[in-house]
């Protein structure tokens, strides 16, 4: 079952901040994000897992509630750079690497 | 350092045919995992090799299959191709089978005509 993401699109001004949200309703041990551009692949940004290891890139954070089985991806003072569609990609317990990926949060960063 | 490497990076099919995509992971990297990108859709997963096994299989039909070889470098079959599987097709590297960052390649654009 794929994560959820909210909000599904949003519009933010140069300078402005965004969280994007993803929820699952299985145990995980792993969440995984990536920004998308336009007719390109998807790009690491984020990594976090159980137990509180998060691996990441310099101006984005996240934080993983392990209990409730959400993870938050914050966007400070954007950029007209971080303009894509962001995926939330969730791990669960088992014998194989498999990242479940939501239909992701379309981000539009205008001057 | 080059990253996952994929080709062909476009490619047309007709309906019925076959296809084989390849792939090259980044260099230490052991484990190889394909997805299935429709438009609007996240990465839905296909298969995940790990030292040359496989080690997981997303709910696609029997006509995908894939393989890896002794370089860790892996291929993608899809036989009897629909107009459906249209899509781009991303190959992603790691360097265990669990718990660790997938890195996509830059993907084969796959249309069925």
């Known amino acids: 079952q794929q994560p959820v993401q909210s909000p599904q699109a949003v519009i933010l001004r140069e300078g402005e901040d965004a969280v994007i949200n993803c929820s699952s309703s299985?145990?995980?041990?792993?969440v995984h994000w990536y920004r998308q551009k336009h007719g390109e692949a998807p790009v690491f940004l984020m990594i976090?897992?159980?137990?509180?290891e998060q691996k990441g890139h310099e101006k984005i954070s996240a934080s993983f509630n392990e209990k409730k089985q959400q993870s938050s991806l914050y966007l400070t003072a954007s950029q007209l750079s971080y303009s894509g569609t962001y995926f939330c990609g969730t791990g669960v317990s088992g014998g194989y690497q498999k990242v479940t990926f939501g239909i992701g949060t379309k981000l539009q960063v205008i001057p | 350092d080059a990253g996952v490497t994929q080709s062909p990076t476009h490619l047309i099919k007709t309906r019925g045919q076959h296809v084989t995509l390849r792939c090259s992971p980044i260099s230490g990297h052991k484990s190889v995992s394909w997805y299935q990108q429709v438009l609007g859709q996240g990465p839905q997963f296909i298969f995940q090799y790990y030292e040359k096994e496989e080690r997981g299989r997303g709910n696609f039909p029997d006509r995908f299959s894939a393989r890896q070889f002794p370089n860790y470098s892996s291929e993608l079959n899809v036989n009897a191709l629909l107009l459906g599987d249209s899509a781009l097709y991303l190959c992603?590297?790691?360097?265990?089978?669990?718990?660790?960052?997938?890195?996509f390649g830059e993907g084969s654009w796959l249309t069925v005509v």
């Open positions: 976090l897992l159980k137990g509180g």
């Open positions: 992603a590297s790691s360097l265990a089978d669990r718990g660790n960052t997938i890195y």
């Open positions: 299985k145990a995980l041990y792993s």
